[in-house]
């Protein structure tokens, strides 16, 4: 019998249904292309656009009733005094207990594999303590420091007790959940290096992925293998803002959006497995970021239909921008190569609050919304992708010279985006009104176009167009 196998065992009396199950789909892309993509002529191709998944990513809140326990009681001697072991710590026994309330206990400690299989046949044991590898820098500590000195103490627990394999605080058991999963969460999304760490969530409970450490060990090895060398390749750039393009690029080209696997919300998924969810996106940059001393946080929200999703702020150049690698990556059922924008490459919030990005670093639960904490204010354009590239128009002469630019360069090359930004609304609509003249002077221009579709946002002023391929 495996060991997860095992465990559940223990826990199958125990876990009740998720209050909360929240997913990161193609609802959650941008708001024309990944809901509903508008075909500017031609007739629409189901394998051309995004695939419509619901799958659960964030932290969710699990009742659990404590008719049945696993207990961990102080060891005594015969004067009475805790045992300790060699390392100085305190020994204590587990008892699978199926009626008792669980009693307070000076340590709390992690039930290694050989732990569960005595538990299971025996019923009690000594318990060992168990080491997962050392963790990277956490980076930029902005939402560690908007806590209280209460809050801290429960987020350096919960992030020790992940790292060491603990599955259960009982410190915690009592505190009220929307406390405990505010926490819970923020380690969950700020700390990407802890990738064996669940999504879910119970007050005094850690649920892990994976509880053998050199399991752990060898899964990390297989990320320092993909990560490596994309921290070369940034090593040699000398700005930020080309640094972050390195990782944005790789994420994108790399991989590709799923989430039928808990390790999709993880870096492991979007290193690894080359699969992730927008969780797993975001970590993965903010894992990057860390490893480059680049203070980077991850965000949550929804997008306009109340979708959970997962994006980053980061600081470039002493300005805070957001940047949505996982809405840069086109999500379609047949995987298309070499397809990349930057639509949401380090873009301030006035372009995407309220507008495609809403509920910022809110958690919806069922008892109310959870506020993680307020995230810098990013007000800067000068990093803007769009800024720094000169491709930004005021006037529609030059964004429709611009576009059939674009298009020309886009069939040179087989390529599959035009994008651009315009100063003002008006001229936004100048475009946007033309934009089946688009589609007609690129079929001019090769056959093999049988059309195009526009992901256009008229509150970011921006102009995106897909082309379509034979």
Not at 5 to 28: E, Q, T
Not at 333 to 361: A, C, E
Not at 419 to 445: F, G, P
């Amino acid at each position: 019998m495996n060991f997860k196998r095992k465990l559940s065992l223990l826990l199958a009396l125990c876990i009740a249904i998720p209050v909360i199950a929240s997913g990161c789909n193609k609802d959650g892309g941008e708001p024309d292309e990944d809901i509903t993509p508008r075909i500017v002529s031609g007739e629409e191709n189901g394998e051309d656009y995004d695939v419509d998944v619901d799958l659960e990513e964030f932290p969710i809140v699990t009742t659990i009733p404590r008719e049945t326990e696993v207990l961990e009681i102080v060891v005594t001697g015969a004067d009475g005094a805790a045992v300790t072991d060699a390392f100085g710590n305190i020994e204590t026994s587990v008892t699978f207990d199926t009626k008792s309330t669980p009693q307070a206990t000076t340590t709390a400690r992690p039930l290694s594999d050989g732990d569960v299989e005595k538990i299971v046949q025996a019923g009690t044991t000594s318990v060992t303590n168990v080491v997962a590898p050392s963790s990277v820098s956490g980076g930029n500590k902005f939402a560690y420091n908007t806590l209280n000195a209460k809050e801290k103490k429960l987020y350096d627990d919960i992030l020790s007790g992940t790292e060491t394999l603990m599955w259960r605080l009982r410190d915690y058991d009592n505190l009220p959940i929307s406390e405990w999963s505010k926490v819970l969460g923020l380690v969950f999304n700020q700390e990407p290096q802890l990738f064996w760490m669940g999504p879910k969530s119970m007050s005094g409970s850690i649920f892990l992925n994976e509880y053998e450490p050199s399991k752990i060990a060898s899964m990390q090895k297989q990320i320092d293998a993909v990560v490596n060398p994309i921290l070369n390749d940034a090593k040699a750039k000398s700005t930020t803002y080309d640094k972050l393009k390195v990782f944005h690029d790789w994420l994108v080209l790399n991989c590709d959006f799923a989430g039928d696997d808990p390790y999709h919300s993880t870096i492991y998924g979007a290193f690894v497995m080359k699969k992730a969810q927008c969780a797993g996106y975001a970590k993965a940059m903010k894992y990057l970021c860390d490893k480059s001393g680049i203070n980077s946080m991850v965000i949550t929200g929804t997008n306009g239909k109340g979708t959970t999703h997962a994006w980053n702020v980061v600081d470039v150049d002493g300005a805070w921008y957001n940047i949505d690698v996982m809405w840069n990556d086109p999500v379609f059922s047949t995987p298309r190569q070499g397809y990349i924008r930057y639509t949401y490459f380090l873009v301030p919030d006035k372009w995407i609050h309220n507008n495609t990005h809403h509920d910022v670093n809110k958690a919806l639960l069922s008892a109310g919304a959870i506020s993680y904490f307020t995230p810098p204010a990013s007000t800067e354009t000068a990093k803007n992708y769009f800024t720094v590239n000169n491709m930004i128009y005021k006037d529609f002469a030059s964004a429709d010279a611009a576009i059939k630019a674009q298009i020309d360069k886009a069939i040179a090359s087989k390529g599959h985006v035009v994008e651009l930004r315009v100063e003002s609304k008006q001229v936004y609509d100048e475009v946007y009104k033309n934009l089946k003249s688009y589609q007609t002077y690129a079929q001019s221009k090769s056959s093999n176009v049988r059309g195009l579709s526009d992901s256009c946002n008229a509150g970011m002023l921006s102009i995106q167009l897909n082309m379509l391929y034979d």
